[in-house]
């Protein structure tokens, strides 16, 4: 009897796809998971969605790359408009504590940073989590995900207040269905 086998590249393809956590979706619950935050402390991402309208889980592969901080900038940038809005930001990449604690000093960001160096994070918000973070965020409202951009970087904080004033400008509720005056004639039945 022939064994089948398949190609290495093939291989290793199917299985990496099979150890990756599934991308998070529109409407999912929002992970809940403690991590470390820039001071070497807990931080309970739990506890954040419970005190806030949103939380704002972004996500950057390295501290002090330009492509990161110019996302980190660009948020630092808005974050009295976020906050106005409700938002809560929350940066996360595998640095060490040490690392995010330089990073978030040398560009004063107001908010703080996650030092995932478990993956933990990551891995809960479905990201590969082979060495460092995918570029990406999350906007968390009630426990869940209504927002995710990828590869965004100095536009991603105007992406996400063109959202939230597009989620504000929407009816909260669904609106009564119409009423037919006293004296309308019942529809017609479709035709078959």
Same mark, same amino acid.
């Given at each position: 009897? #022939?064994?089948? *086998? ?17 991308? *998070? ?5 929002? =992970? ?6 820039? $001071?070497?402390?807990?931080?309970? *991402? ?7 309208? /949103? ?6 592969? #390295?501290?002090?790359?330009?492509? @990161?901080? $110019?996302?980190? @900038?660009a948020?630092?940038?808005? /974050? ?7 938002? $809560?930001? +929350? ?15 040398? /560009? #004063?960001? =107001?908010?703080? *940073?996650?030092?995932d ?10 990201q590969?989590?082979? !060495? ?5 965020? /999350?906007l +968390? ?18 992406? +996400?207040? !063109? ?11 669904? =609106?009564? &269905?119409?009423?037919k &005056?006293?004296?309308?004639? &019942?529809?017609? =039945?479709?035709?078959?």
């Open positions: 009897m #022939k064994r089948l *086998l398949l190609p290495a590249t093939l291989f290793l393809a199917l299985t990496g796809a099979l150890l990756r956590a599934a991308p *998070l979706q529109l409407g999912a619950a929002a =992970p809940v998971v403690t991590a470390t935050d820039e $001071t070497g402390k807990p931080f309970d *991402l739990a506890a954040v969605y419970q005190g806030s309208k /949103y939380t704002l889980v972004y996500f950057y592969p #390295k501290a002090f790359t330009s492509g @990161c901080t $110019t996302q980190g @900038c948020l630092r940038d808005s /974050y009295d408009e976020l906050t106005k809005k409700g938002v $809560t930001v +929350i940066g996360v990449s595998a640095d060490d504590a040490d690392t995010q604690k330089k990073f978030k000093e040398e /560009y #004063k960001f =107001p908010f703080s *940073l996650i030092a160096t478990d993956k933990k994070v990551m891995k809960a918000f479905g590969a989590g082979l !060495n460092m973070a995918s570029r990406e965020a /999350y +968390i409202k009630d426990g869940k995900v209504v927002y995710h951009d990828t590869n965004q970087t100095g536009s991603q904080a105007q992406n +996400i207040l !063109n959202f939230l004033s597009r989620e504000s400008a929407a009816p909260a509720t669904a =609106p009564a &269905p119409a009423t &005056p006293a004296d309308a004639k &019942p529809a017609a =039945p479709a035709a078959k």
